[in-house]
């Protein structure tokens, strides 16, 4: 009798913890899980909503580097910086060239500028900036609540919380060995009440183990100091520019072009992919270029990284995967792990399945504590 008691008294303190937690941060939990969701298909979203981003493939392929890059310069000649040329991934798509701190958004938290390019012409097809967007104004609602850095320490927080009700959902779901078989049923002839509270039960279930993953993943990745602590990983984050790498050589007439500068560092990954190229700031900067190496399971943002030297030509540094550390292979996999890139286009669709459930559990759980109150109110 006595463990029947405070068994019972436990999970009443549970069945508080959650309930506490669905009324007061409930509707937090639903918007990050659909923002979530339309996140994981930004960049198909974003070109379904700007159909001039689309380009025709021409069979000579890209134009070369260093022609893009005149191209960009002659749209923007007022920029003076760092230019970032990302290439598309799919030959229907554009090319992207960043601007970091263009002087219209210079004291944004995060508002680069995108100029939209076909690769195959050079021809500049759109110019925005990060926020203003459909999509990215999306994910940053999802990454930060449009707070900024405040944001961010709000989300690591919201995440912990999400711990807690996944955990004391799971607690209040366990029947016991005996009831199991009766916890995975939905009587859909039954009332209402009933109906959703099987709902619930189920499909709290099901997303659990979602639902832990990215609460864990978007800890991380909201506040990366924890984790990079614990493992050893630190400059290992998403978004992490890697190290501040000079040129050495003694500046002369002729820079090394983009293209020598892809040539050379294709070196130690001649089988990769290449993804991004960053041009040098000033006449100490460097080539920063950034490969995809077969086995990297993040798709937007691999870190196989090669610096070189804009005058000489030298490979200045490289950050190879290979050689991570097991803490910097798991930081590593936050990002992609978050986005379900890590695991294909079925992680995707699963991903974009689990950021909806918040909602119908939110609107389940929700039903069933109305009709609860509703009858205790009868019965009163």
Not at 3 to 28: D, E, I, M, P, T
Not at 39 to 65: F, H, K, M, T, W
Not at 229 to 248: C, K, N, Q
Request: charged share 20%.
């Amino acid at each position: 009798m006595a463990f029947s008691v405070r068994h019972l008294w436990l999970r009443s303190l549970w069945l508080k913890l959650h309930l506490c937690l669905a009324l007061s941060v409930g509707l937090l939990f639903v918007l990050q899980g659909i923002t979530g969701s339309l996140s994981v298909y930004r960049d198909e979203i974003d070109q379904l909503l700007n159909p001039q981003l689309a380009v025709e493939p021409v069979a000579g392929g890209y134009l070369s580097l260093d022609k893009i890059l005149v191209a960009v310069r002659a749209t923007e000649p007022e920029r003076h910086g760092v230019w970032t040329l990302e290439l598309p991934r799919k030959p229907d798509q554009s090319l992207t060239a960043w601007f970091e701190k263009p002087r219209e958004t210079v004291d944004a938290f995060y508002a680069p500028l995108m100029l939209a390019i076909n690769p195959y012409t050079g021809e500049v097809l759109d110019k925005r900036f990060w926020g203003q967007t459909a999509t990215t104004w999306l994910l940053d609602l999802h990454s930060h609540l449009l707070l900024e850095a405040k944001g961010r320490q709000y989300l690591a927080i919201l995440a912990v919380l999400m711990l807690f009700s996944v955990v004391s959902g799971l607690i209040l779901w366990w029947p016991g060995w005996r009831q199991l078989p009766w916890h995975f049923r939905v009587r859909l002839s039954a009332p209402l009440s009933v109906m959703f509270t099987d709902l619930h039960r189920l499909l709290g279930l099901i997303a659990a183990p979602g639902l832990l993953l990215l609460a864990c993943s978007g800890l991380h990745l909201a506040y990366p100091v924890l984790l990079e602590t614990l493992t050893g990983s630190a400059g290992m984050g998403h978004g992490d520019e890697g190290p501040t790498v000079r040129s050495t050589a003694v500046p002369g007439d002729r820079p090394v072009s983009l293209t020598e500068a892809v040539l050379i560092a294709r070196g130690p990954f001649s089988q990769s992919e290449l993804r991004r190229i960053s041009t040098p700031l000033g006449d100490t900067g460097t080539y920063k270029i950034n490969f995809r190496q077969r086995h990297e399971v993040n798709q937007h943002h691999p870190v196989t990284t090669v610096w070189i030297d804009r005058w000489s030509g030298q490979i200045r540094d490289v950050r190879n995967p290979n050689k991570f550390s097991a803490g910097q292979r798991f930081s590593v996999w936050l990002w992609p792990l978050h986005t379900g890139e890590a695991f294909g286009e079925l992680g995707r669709a699963i991903w974009f399945v689990t950021g909806l459930l918040p909602l119908i559990l939110y609107v389940s759980g929700i039903w069933v504590y109305l009709a609860k109150r509703a009858r205790r109110v009868k019965t009163a």
